[in-house]
């Protein structure tokens, strides 16, 4: 028997908007207060990023933020996915931005 993930129980596997809501859903200590630090370092630590300390405040969550890009001298506007901003300590500021592909390797 294969394990199923969670996007594959509730059918969202192929959905990058909902896979992204619920992503968002557990970063964000705002609507996931228990788990939501929990949930980024253990994020971090399975996708191989540096290893988040015990002192985290995360101080945004943000979906489809918008963000401006030149390229070949023209103007673009893209969005990142999951955009957060946490903080370690008392001074070190880190952003983690997730571009979530579906179909891309």
Not at 66 to 79: A, C, E, T, V
Not at 88 to 102: D, F, P, T
Request: some cysteine; glycine content about 4%; hydrophobic content about 35%.
């Amino acid at each position: 028997m294969s394990v199923e993930t969670v996007f594959e129980i509730l059918g969202i596997e192929n959905k990058e908007l909902q896979v992204s809501n619920l992503l968002a859903y557990y970063f964000d200590p705002k609507r996931n207060l228990q788990y939501a630090t929990i949930f980024l370092k253990e994020f971090c630590e399975a996708c191989g990023l540096d290893k988040i300390t015990d002192d985290i405040v995360i101080e945004a969550v943000n979906r489809e933020k918008p963000i401006k890009d030149n390229f070949d001298g023209r103007d673009y506007q893209n969005y990142i996915d999951i955009f957060i901003q946490f903080k370690e300590g008392s001074q070190k500021k880190r952003i983690l931005c997730i571009e979530n592909k579906i179909y891309s390797e």
